[in-house]
């Protein structure tokens, strides 16, 4: 594994948003779901399409809580313009799980703070 410095890592901005919008994303090559995550006033609404299918349908994506890299260029995915990276981690089958704030908290964390 490669070391990084700290200024490296400040480099990668990783902020909390939440789903206001999910679809399906049958155009992909993979099963997808195009998703639309508002980060608050700073940064606004982005779009994104992530492999999640395994464990989520777009109805149960609405109103979640995720953490995303805001700071990468955007992608071209078939004919949708990816503008994050909703950040995830692989369940035991190699599965996509989104990553986010603590579900157990009562308060929701503001949407754009940025990871420490």
Not at 33 to 43: P, Q, S, Y
Not at 47 to 55: E, L, N, P
Request: hydrophobic share 40%; aromatic share 6%.
């Amino acid at each position: 594994m490669a070391e990084i410095s700290f200024d490296d890592f400040l480099k990668v901005d990783v902020r909390t948003g939440r789903i206001t919008r999910a679809e399906a994303f049958p155009e992909a090559r993979k099963p997808a779901i195009k998703m639309w995550i508002d980060f608050g006033c700073e940064i606004g609404e982005k779009k994104t399409s992530a492999q999640v299918t395994a464990h989520y349908e777009p109805e149960t994506l609405v109103g979640k809580q995720v953490l995303a890299v805001v700071n990468f260029p955007p992608r071209q995915i078939g004919k949708f313009m990816s503008e994050v990276l909703v950040l995830g981690l692989p369940d035991e089958n190699g599965e996509v799980v989104l990553i986010g704030p603590d579900g157990d908290v009562s308060a929701d964390v503001p949407l754009g703070g940025r990871l420490h």
